[in-house]
């Protein structure tokens, strides 16, 4: 499985982004999605994630702020991102669980400016 992530840049704070996480293979609709994000000399965590079945899971600092979907025909996950801080500067990372397949993406990078 590949998956390409896309959609990061530089924004003031307040503002919006999507990321896009496009993935190959034919079952991408049983693939379990999440997005995580690693800051500058902190660990990797976990943002938003959503199941098979459509059951989202956020972490609490993007409660409200987050909205993890996807688009099953398209092979597609989205994070929309709704203002944003300073805080969520990160690398953005999509990844895809299904059965004992493992999936990471390249990152995209997320600044939010004060």
């Known amino acids: 499985v590949q998956l390409q992530a896309s959609g990061g840049g530089l924004v003031q704070a307040g503002g919006s982004l999507t990321l896009t996480c496009a993935a190959s293979?034919?079952?991408?609709?049983?693939?379990?999605m999440a997005w995580f994000r690693q800051a500058p000399g902190k660990e990797r965590d976990m943002v938003a994630s959503?199941?098979?079945?459509?059951?989202?899971n956020y972490q609490d600092s993007v409660k409200g702020r987050f909205t993890i979907s996807r688009d099953d025909v398209k092979n597609t996950v989205y994070l929309q991102m709704n203002s944003l801080e300073p805080e969520d500067t990160a690398v953005y990372y999509c990844?895809?669980?299904?059965?004992?397949?493992?999936?990471w993406g390249k990152g995209t990078q997320v600044t939010v400016s004060s």
């Open positions: 990844a895809a669980n299904f059965g004992d397949m493992n999936a």
């Open positions: 959503i199941t098979a079945g459509g059951h989202t």
């Open positions: 293979g034919s079952q991408f609709r049983f693939y379990y």
